[in-house]
């Protein structure tokens, strides 16, 4: 396993509204069109030093938590 920030994991990252610049960090308040960790690098040539990892217990939430249908309606089967 590697040392080097991982964006998915990062609290600070976000999904842009935008699709020409898809990534997202509101840490350092840019978007770009390549994760944010390796733009970051490629600019700097430094780890990312804003990166913190997501909070446990969202990440437990969205995993235990069973959901079905679009944003946990339930589907009528009946039909």
């Not at 999904?15 to 960090?25: A, L, N």
């Not at 509101?26 to 490629?42: D, G």
């Amino acid at each position: 396993m590697t040392d080097s920030p991982n964006c998915w994991k990062c609290r600070f990252f976000k999904i842009s509204w935008d699709p020409r610049f898809p990534y997202e960090c509101e840490a350092m308040n840019f978007k770009s069109q390549a994760l944010p960790c390796i733009q970051v690098m490629s600019i700097d040539g430094r780890h990312c030093q804003w990166f913190r990892l997501k909070p446990e217990d969202a990440q437990s939430a969205e995993s235990t938590t069973p959901k079905s249908g679009i944003k946990g309606n339930q589907i009528d089967r009946s039909a």
